[in-house]
C-alpha cells in the first residue's frame, strides 16, 4: 500500500532539491504536485486541496537553516500535515464496563468475522482480557461456522444461536452468558450490510440500542478507496461509531480511505489489519503511518513487533548454548518461527528505512523459509542437535527428503556455521573488544 503516492511525493520534492531557497513559485508547483499525487491516491478533491493549500502556507517564509535543506524542509512539513490528517495521535479501544461490549459493523465482504477474531486475539495476549465472541451474523451462510473455527485458532470462546434469527437475541443473550461465565470483554460480529438498506441499517440501530455497547468499531475494506469514505459516513450518521479499523491494507490499494476518513466522519482509525493471520492486526498510528508513505520506514513498529515474539526464559536459556557452542537447528527452526510470527515479509522490510523504496517492486515470497525448514525437518533428532554429522550420503539423504538439492543444503550447512561462529564472537565480550581494536580506523577519527 501506498507504493504509488509515495513514489509521486518523492517526485513532488524533487522541486525543491538543489534550491538554495523555498520561493513563491517552487513551492507553488511541489505543493500542485503533491495535490496531484493526493488525488491519484484516490483522496477526496476538497481534502487533497485543503491539505495542498495548508502544505504551502506554512512551507511559505520559513527560514532555511544552513543545516536543512528547502526538500528536507517541505517533507518534515508535510509529514507533519500527513500526521495531522490521519488523526495526529492513535486512539485506545474503550474497554469500559462489566463487561465490555463492542460491536462490530460494517459492509458486505469487509472483513468483520476476521477482525472479530484478531480483535479478541489482540485483546488476550497484548491487554490481558478475557473475551468472548458473539456469532450475530444470521445471513451469510457459514458466518457462524467461520467464527466458530477463528475461536478454536486462538483458544476463544464463541457463543452462538443457530435456531434464533434475531440479531438483538442473540446479542442479549451473548452478554448475559458472558457474565455468568466471568469474561470481561463481548465482541459482536454482526451481519454486513449496505447503506442504502433501510431495513438492515434499522437493524444494527435497533442492536445498538439494546445492548448499548462500550465501543462501537466500523470495519471498512481499505481495497475500496474513496466508496469506503462514503460509506463510512452514512453508517456514522446511524451509528456514531467510536472508530475505524481498515483491512486489507496489505494489498494493493492507493490508500485513499485512511487519508480521508478521518477528515470526513471525524472518527480515529483505530486498528489496521495487514494479513490474513490472527496476528496480523496493528494499532493505527498516524505519525508512524506518515513514515513510512514518505519512505522513512517505521522501526517502532518492527522493534516492538520483535518485542511481542520475545521470550526472555528462550533468549537466556539460547544465550547459554551460544556460549558453550551448543547452538543447533532446533534453535535455528525456533528462530525462523519467530520472524514468522512478525509478519509478512515485505511488510517487516518495508519498516527499515531506506529498503522500502529498493523492495518495491520485488516479489517476496511469505515461504521464503519453507525449503530451509523442509531441509531440518528432514534431518534426525541426532542430526539437529550435531550438524557435524550430516556427512556425503546424510546429505544426499536430507536432499532427496526435503525436495532440494544437495547444493542447497551445503549452502544452509556452511551459512549454519558461519552464523554459529558470528554468535559466539558476539557472546564473548574479549573477542568482541579484539573485533573492535582490529577494525580499520576512518580517516580523521581516533
Known amino acids: 500500500m501506498f507504493d504509488n503516492l509515495s513514489d509521486k511525493l518523492d517526485r513532488a520534492f524533487k522541486v525543491l532539491k538543489g534550491q538554495g531557497q523555498i520561493s513563491e513559485v517552487n513551492v507553488a508547483e511541489t505543493s500542485k504536485e503533491i495535490r496531484r499525487a493526493l488525488l491519484d491516491a484516490d483522496v477526496n478533491y476538497k481534502i487533497a486541496k485543503n491539505f495542498a493549500d495548508s502544505v504551502k502556507e506554512k512551507a511559505l517564509g520559513q527560514d532555511v537553516l544552513t543545516s536543512v535543506s528547502p526538500g528536507q524542509l517541505f517533507t518534515k512539513i508535510t509529514h507533519d500535515e500527513l500526521a495531522s490528517l490521519m488523526g495526529g495521535e492513535s486512539t485506545d479501544i474503550n474497554l469500559k464496563g462489566s463487561p465490555a461490549v463492542i ?5 458486505q465482504g469487509s472483513g468483520k468475522t476476521t477482525f472479530s477474531g484478531k480483535l479478541s486475539n489482540y485483546l488476550k495476549k497484548k491487554k490481558g482480557k478475557n473475551p468472548m465472541l458473539v456469532a450475530a451474523d444470521v445471513y451469510r451462510p457459514a458466518a457462524i461456522d467461520q467464527l466458530h473455527v477463528l475461536g478454536e485458532q486462538i483458544n476463544i470462546e464463541v457463543y452462538s444461536d443457530k435456531e434464533n434469527k434475531n440479531p438483538v437475541e442473540i446479542a442479549k443473550a451473548g452478554i448475559t452468558h458472558a457474565k455468568s461465565k466471568g469474561f470481561d470483554v463481548v465482541i ?21 440500542q439494546a445492548i448499548n455497547p ?13 466508496d469506503a469514505v462514503n460509506t463510512a459516513k452514512a453508517f456514522n450518521d446511524r451509528l456514531d461509531f467510536d472508530g475505524v479499523v481498515l483491512t ?8 485513499g480511505a485512511a487519508l480521508s476518513i478521518r477528515s470526513v466522519v471525524d472518527k480515529p482509525i483505530k486498528f489496521v489489519g495487514t494479513g490474513e493471520k490472527m496476528e496480523a492486526l496493528d494499532v493505527f498510528y498516524p505519525k508512524r503511518m506518515a513514515d513510512r508513505i514518505l519512505g522513512m520506514g517505521d522501526v517502532v513498529s518492527l522493534v516492538e513487533r520483535a518485542q511481542e515474539q520475545y521470550d526472555e526464559e528462550k533468549a537466556r536459556k539460547l544465550h547459554k548454548k551460544i556460549a558453550k557452542n551448543q547452538f543447533d537447528f532446533n534453535d535455528f527452526l525456533d528462530q525462523i518461527a519467530q520472524i514468522k ?5 515485505k511488510d517487516l522490510m518495508g519498516m527499515i528505512p531506506g529498503v522500502g523504496k529498493a523492495i518495491k517492486n520485488m516479489d517476496i515470497d511469505d515461504d521464503a523459509f519453507k525449503h530451509i525448514e523442509a531441509m531440518i525437518h528432514s534431518m534426525t533428532p541426532q542430526e539437529r542437535e550435531q550438524p557435524k554429522l ?19 543444503l551445503n549452502k544452509l550447512l556452511k551459512q549454519f556455521d ?7 564472537l558476539m557472546g564473548n565480550k574479549q573477542n568482541m573488544a579484539k573485533m573492535m581494536r582490529n577494525m580499520p580506523k576512518m580517516p580523521g577519527r581516533p
Do not use: H
Not at 460491536?103 to 459492509?107: D, E, K, N, V
Not at 459482536?188 to 445498538?208: C, F, P, S, Y
Not at 462500550?214 to 474513496?226: A, K, R, W
Not at 550430516?390 to 542447497?408: F, H
Open 188 to 208: 459482536i460480529d454482526t451481519a454486513g450490510r449496505l447503506a442504502v438498506d433501510e431495513q438492515m441499517m434499522n437493524e444494527i440501530a435497533a442492536v445498538k
Open 214 to 226: 462500550s465501543e462501537i468499531l466500523f470495519v471498512v475494506d481499505s481495497m475500496t478507496g474513496q
Open 390 to 408: 550430516i556427512d556425503g550420503s546424510r546429505r544426499k539423504r536430507i536432499a532427496a527428503g526435503s525436495g532440494t538439492s544437495v547444493q542447497e
Open 248 to 255: 486489507k491494507l496489505d494489498g494493493d490499494t492507493r490508500g
Open 418 to 424: 558461519e552464523t554459529s561462529k558470528m554468535m559466539r
Open 103 to 107: 460491536l462490530i459493523a460494517g459492509l
Open 341 to 345: 510470527k512478525m509478519g509478512n515479509m
